[in-house]
Every structure is written in C-alpha cells, then in structure tokens.
C-alpha cells in the first residue's frame, strides 16, 4: 500500500513516522522538494521524497496536511486523482487561528471535494470524528456527505 502525504511539516512528519513503522510505503510531498527531501531524511525508514504530483502518482492512499486554505490549490498539483482515497486532515480555520473559516453549513472535506474531487472523481473524506459524542453517528455522518457530494457531482 503506498501512501502519500501531501505536506513535510509537522502533521506529515507525524503520520509517516506511523505509516512508515506500520510498513506502509510512504512518499511526502511538498512544494519544496529539498523540505520533502530533508522531512523525509529526518525520519528514514525509507519514506521518499517529491513533488506533491510525484507523491501522489503513485499513491493508493493521500493524505493532506497542509494548510487548509492551501488545499484546493494543492490537490490541482497533485495531478490526476481518479480513484484515489484522500484523507483530509486539515483544520478548516482562518488565517489568524481565531476561528473556523468554515464548519457551521459545510466542511473542509465537502469545500475540498466540491472544488477538487469533482473534476478529479476522488473522495475525500474528512478526519475527525473526535468532536462527536458518538463516533458511530460521526461515521454515518460522514458517509452521507461523502454520498451527497457523489450524488451532486452526477447532477
Ligand atoms: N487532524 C488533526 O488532528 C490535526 C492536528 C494538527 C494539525 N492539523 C492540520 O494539519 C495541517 C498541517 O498542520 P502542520 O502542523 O503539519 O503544519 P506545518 O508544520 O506548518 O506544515 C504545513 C505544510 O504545508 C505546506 N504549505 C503551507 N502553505 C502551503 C501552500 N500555500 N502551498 C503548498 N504547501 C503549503 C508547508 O510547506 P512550506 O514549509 O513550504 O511552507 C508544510 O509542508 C493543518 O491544516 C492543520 O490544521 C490537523
């Protein structure tokens, strides 16, 4: 299984350490190659290093962790997404970290989808379930609106 993680900060780092330990494939993508190259040089394990559309060509799995207002843009580098999973980490909030930029109608998962995923045919769904008291309810939640936006695209 090859994953990528779009992003070399410290969410990417992060998570490839895991992957990487869990015997994942791991590719960390970055707009800056040599930040990519020295993240994954930092963590070894085999994790390699690329553009955000050479971590992505290869991956079965993407994972987004840059920041949220960079994520459409970011995804449009990633190239051709058909059939990829895309896992949303991004916290949706504003520039200045005092509040959600969105979250009240929609999420960042829904906002990405529609203005990336639709063109691509990709599905995104977004992480954090955490926020719920009950998780399984999150879960449903999440399908209906990875379903809903499936629905709008074939509209
Ligand atoms: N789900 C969770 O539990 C959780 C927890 C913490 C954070 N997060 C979210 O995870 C994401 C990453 O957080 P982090 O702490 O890893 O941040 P970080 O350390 O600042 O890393 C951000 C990464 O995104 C890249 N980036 C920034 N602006 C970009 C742009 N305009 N275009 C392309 N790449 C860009 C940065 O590249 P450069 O070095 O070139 O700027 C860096 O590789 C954020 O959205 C944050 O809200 C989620």
Known sequence: ?????????????????????????????????????????????????????????????????????????????AGDLNGK??????????????GLAIGHTSSAAEEIQESRARCAGGESVQHDFRASADPAQARRETADRVLRGRQRRSE
Not at 4 to 23: H, N, P
Not at 43 to 53: D, E, H, L, N
Not at 85 to 98: C, R
Request: no cysteine; charged share 15%.
């Open 85 to 98: 999973i895309i896992i949303d980490i991004t916290n949706p909030m504003t520039p200045d970290f005092s």
């Open 1 to 77: 299984m090859n994953i990528a993680i779009l992003g070399a900060g410290a969410m990417a780092k992060g998570l490839a350490i895991q992957f990487s330990r869990s015997g994942y494939n791991v590719v960390l993508g970055a707009r800056d190659r040599n930040k990519a190259a020295d993240a994954a040089a930092d963590i070894g394990r085999g994790v390699q290093a690329a553009s955000f559309r050479g971590a992505a060509s290869a991956a079965d799995i993407i994972i987004l962790a840059t920041p949220y207002a960079a994520a459409s843009d970011v995804l449009g580098l």
